[in-house]
């Protein structure tokens, strides 16, 4: 659930300067706001601006509660010697140990400049703290994460006065290995450049979907690995007439598509699309802004100073064509970015436009680099390989993988997205079953190793993994495998915790086990 932020006004406007308003967010401290450093004077104006410590807000003193006169010799403060002509009557936000200057741009242009126009612009401040508590969403354990949050409201005003001067530049990427559900590299980007990822994507990307084709899949609200398999199906079925005609299948699928993404070209796509919607609508963002932070992340070169988890041997059998340390000049997304997720479809999307109005396909579904045609002519699908294989050439820069050109009768199905599609039936992949299988054998070692004992943590992150598991079979023809792998391939043991549904499509606690195994974790402790 997004958290809604609210603006509140802190104090009046200064000489030659708008009002400023700052961000309220109930849920991290009750009531705890910020403001800039410094007290006022009588007329209301900042003084000692650079070494006041203190952070503040001006308060109307209907009541005392809140007030605190600092013009007072008492060294304890006399709380009842203030009114709300007295311009030292302040209320106290936070209390840093030490001086800090948050814009010190404020405090170098005396005001008056138009870096503080820029520096004030409360949306974009807003927006900023919006896309912050969009990118913490299930990443708040991480040590980036946790290190941006500790002193995060310091952090977030000092990468927006970077964002507002220019001066912003993406940071330091963690890379390693994944091998499931295949090997591939990633690029982990530190939490203060996912922020701006964040950022950029709450701007351009409801730009961009509406220009993107229903089916499109990837990364898309509403849209999703399910929906690509619903709709592949249906036009399997539409084309074939419910299987009573004949029809053909090709899937075709992109060599390295992400490490060979010309980022001159999706630059060009990026800035046109937007240059566009300015000159139709105008746009509710600063363009120059925004397409400089979209220059800074698409230019930037991860491989550069990252920091490298894993072992050297994890890169041994992976592909040079999936890595972005052997990519060509000036080519390459990392992959893990949101930005990457996002720009991967806007590339892509020439082609899709291309398919469906020039080849005229009218049964056509991508999801990211993997695509499916169905038509009633095999002939005609052959023909358009050649067509789609010289359009990305000319105009992506890309080529076809050529050991994973499938054409074949309906009635031999297809695998798509993790199952495989045939007639009034779908089955997971032989693959995705083995990769469950062995994380289900992990578990059973686990539990063997741990004396049939789980803590709550442990408890959770299996209920987590099983409900997945089971989350996505239960969508296609997989009863029996389900009622195998719940009945026979977990150890007994784990339903000394819990319980399966008669349908063998969800797992429980039991909540008096749960009470028990806890206890036990608080007797060792």
Known sequence: MSLKINPTVLWQKMPGMQKIQFIRQDDLNNKRLLGLAGNRNTDGSFANLSTNANFWSSTVSGSNAWNRNLNSTNATVNRNEN?????????CLKDWSVSRNIFPSIIKNGGNSEIIK????????????QAYFDARKNKRKTFSALKFEERFEENIFKLYEEIVSGRYQPGRSICFVVDRPIKREIFAADFRDRIVHHFIYNYINPIFEKHFIYDSYSCRNGKGVRCGIRRVDHFIRSCSQNYKKDCYILKLDISGYFMSINKDILYNQVKKR????KEKTGLDFDFNLVLGLLQKTIYSDPTKNCKIKGKS?????????KSLFHCEKNSGLPIGNLTSQLFGNVYLNDLDYFVSYVLKCKYYGRYVDDFVIIHQSKDFLKKIILSIREYILKNLLLKLHPRKIYLQHFSKGVDFLGVYLKPFRIYIKNKNKGNARKKIAVWNEHLLRKNNVLNREEAESF???INSILGMMKHYNSYNLRK???TKEFSILFYNYFYIDFKYCRMFKRENKIFAFNFIEKAVE
Do not use: C, H, T, Y
């Open 118 to 129: 820029k520096i004030m612009n409360e949306k974009l401040l807003e927006d900023l703290f």
């Open 484 to 486: 195998k792998i719940l």
């Open 274 to 277: 937007l240059l566009l919607q």
């Open 83 to 91: 009114d709300q002509a007295n311009g030292f009557s302040v209320r």
């Open 313 to 321: 041997s994890d890169w041994d059998n992976l592909p040079k064509s």
């Open 463 to 465: 209920l987590s993994f």
